[in-house]
C-alpha cells in the first residue's frame, strides 16, 4: 500500500488485486500443464474459494483467463504467461492506476481547481508513470519462475 495505513489513499492494491495477482502467478506456473481447479488454488495459497471464483469472473470477462466446465476442468491463462504484465490484472481487477485522480490511466480528468498551476501535480505525475512502469515490466511468466528462478510445482488437481 502507498501511503499512510491509517488514512484513506488515492492508489491502494485491495484484496481483489492481491489475490487475483497470486491466483494468476498459480495458473501462470501450471502453463501447458492443463487446467487448475480454484480448490486446489485456494488450499495451496490459503485464499477462500468463493472469492477466487469472484476473481476470475472478472479475469474471464477482460479476457486473461478461460475456463473448462465439467471433470478435469478448471482455468488457464487466456495466452501465454510471458504476454501478461502485472499491470493487465491490477487493471483488470482494481481499475486505472491512479494515485491521485488528476494523473488517472486514460482520458485526463480535470476536477481540481489548482490542475492548471499546481505544484505539486508532477509529484503525483511522476508516482503514477513509476508504479505504472513496475507493473508493466513484469510479466506473469517473471512472477511464475521468481525468486528462484525455476518454475514452481505444479498444482495437483
Not at 465439467?70 to 481499475?95: C, F, H, K, N
Amino acid at each position: 500500500m502507498i501511503g499512510n495505513p491509517l488514512q484513506a489513499t488515492a492508489f491502494h492494491v485491495s484484496t481483489r488485486g492481491e489475490y487475483g495477482m497470486r491466483l494468476m502467478v498459480e495458473l501462470a506456473r501450471n502453463w501447458g500443464h492443463g487446467t487448475v481447479s480454484l480448490h486446489a488454488v485456494a488450499e495451496r495459497e490459503g485464499l477462500p474459494e468463493a472469492y477466487l471464483e469472484q476473481l476470475v469472473a472478472t479475469l474471464r470477462r477482460v479476457g486473461l483467463v478461460t475456463g473448462k466446465r465439467g471433470a478435469g476442468g478448471g482455468y488457464t491463462l487466456a495466452r501465454d504467461p510471458s504476454a501478461i504484465t502485472a499491470g493487465d490484472v491490477v487493471r483488470a481487477l482494481e481499475g486505472p492506476i491512479e494515485p491521485q485522480v488528476c494523473t488517472a490511466e486514460g482520458e485526463a480528468i480535470v476536477n481540481c481547481v489548482h490542475e492548471p498551476s499546481c505544484g505539486t501535480r508532477l509529484v503525483w505525475v511522476k508516482l503514477q508513470e513509476t508504479i505504472a512502469k513496475a507493473l508493466d515490466g513484469l510479466t506473469l511468466a517473471d512472477l511464475a519462475t521468481w525468486p528462484s528462478g525455476k518454475p514452481q510445482p505444479v498444482l495437483a488437481r
